[in-house]
């Protein structure tokens, strides 16, 4: 199975199509956002050292993200594809990535890159629901739980996220252009990038990667 990255601003639909992927292909996902969130909503020493900065919109530190896909990495799941939703995000964290995977003998076989124009990546975010225990994403107008506010696997109330206020996702764009928007160079010379088109309804992105991916 192939080693994925998923490469996207905020709001472009990662992970919305890295659930679907993993689960058609059996492979894990690590999200270090979703990561992060959780050690947020557990009190742990992680969560108290990220949450100030995810609230603002802000990346956390490279070496904590990069313990974080480190830890992830030596699970034995992940010795037979993975796919990586939200890291890399700068550079640092790609030549770190690359250490590790050299480590380990592996490489990354395709980084999808989607692309989503900004005035949709604002209309998607305004009107996000996500669940708090299992992670699982709605849309007030496109996608809306069963139950009003209630997440469709688990029942858990469904929450907005605090950096999906206005302020804040303008905050994240600017983080994505001026940090992670360089990756898709980075990545660009090994001929592993697949643009996506991330407009459409999640069907028919998921078609076209799949189609890139010739799965
Ligand atoms: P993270 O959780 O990774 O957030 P993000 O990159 O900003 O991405 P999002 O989760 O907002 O969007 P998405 O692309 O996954 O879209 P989604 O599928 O949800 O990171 C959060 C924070 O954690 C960062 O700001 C940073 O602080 C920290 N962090 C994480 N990783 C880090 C790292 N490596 N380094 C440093 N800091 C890090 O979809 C969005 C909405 O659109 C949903 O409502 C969905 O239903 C809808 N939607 C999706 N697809 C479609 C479609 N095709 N049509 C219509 N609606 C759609």
Redesign the pocket.
């Known amino acids: 199975m192939p080693n994925l990255i998923f490469l ?10 890295a659930q679907r992927l993993t689960q058609r292909l059996g492979i894990p996902q690590y ?4 990561i ?2 959780k050690a947020v909503s557990d009190g742990s020493a992680l969560g108290k050292q ?1 949450k100030e ?2 609230d603002a ?4 530190p ?1 070496e904590v ?1 990069n313990g974080i896909i480190d830890e992830a990495l030596q699970r034995p799941a992940a010795k037979k594809g993975f796919l990586l ?6 550079v640092a ?1 790609a030549t770190a990535l690359d250490e590790m995977l050299a480590r380990r003998g592996q490489k990354i076989d395709h980084v999808i890159a ?1 692309q989503v124009p900004v005035e949709t990546l604002v209309d ?2 305004s ?3 996500s669940c708090p225990r299992c992670g699982a ?3 007030m107008r ?2 809306p739980p069963r139950k009003d506010k209630l997440c469709d696997n688990d029942g858990t109330p469904l929450v907005v ?1 605090p ?2 206020a206005p302020d804040r996702v303008r905050q ?1 764009l600017s ?1 994505y252009d001026t940090k992670t928007a360089l990756l898709t160079g980075y990545y660009k010379a090994r001929g592993v990038v697949r643009n996506i088109d ?5 069907e ?2 998921e078609g076209r990667i799949i189609g890139a991916l010739k799965l």
């Open positions: 996207g601003p905020p709001g472009a639909g990662k992970g919305t199509q999200s270090t956002g979703d992060l969130r990220a900065l995810m919109g802000k990346l956390v490279d993200v939703d939200g890291f890399p995000r700068t964290q989607l998607r975010l009107g996000r629901l994403v709605y849309h496109d996608k996220r950096d999906d994240r983080e991330g407009v459409g309804t999640p028919e992105v």
